[in-house]
């Protein structure tokens, strides 16, 4: 790779990485599930859940089941490309 190939990859992994800093400041990062939540109690105010998590987890431990999750995917998906580049034989 050329110098320039090189430091046009670094200067986009930095804007991947300060994109959600600079367009959240303020660290408010939902997920889907708090968005889907808020829609229904927007659209339907009166509205009861009919379901309760068995489980609560705290927000340490969610975080390393998250963080588990993502390594287990990382390396299963790791494992299945290093498996068939092997077979292709480069």
């Not at 300060?18 to 959240?24: F, S």
């Not at 859940?49 to 340490?60: D, I, L, R």
């Not at 390594?71 to 494992?79: P, Q, S």
């Amino acid at each position: 790779m050329t110098a320039r190939t090189n430091s046009l990859l670094l200067g986009l992994a930095a804007l991947i990485i300060a994109a959600p800093l600079i367009l959240d400041p303020a660290g408010q990062f939902g997920g889907t599930d708090d968005a889907a939540s808020q829609v229904v109690e927007s659209s339907n105010p009166g509205y009861e859940k009919w379901t309760a998590p068995f489980w609560q987890p705290s927000k340490e431990m969610e975080g390393l089941l998250f963080a588990l999750q993502a390594a287990f995917g990382a390396g299963l998906l790791g494992y299945v490309l290093g498996r068939r580049h092997g077979r292709s034989g480069k």
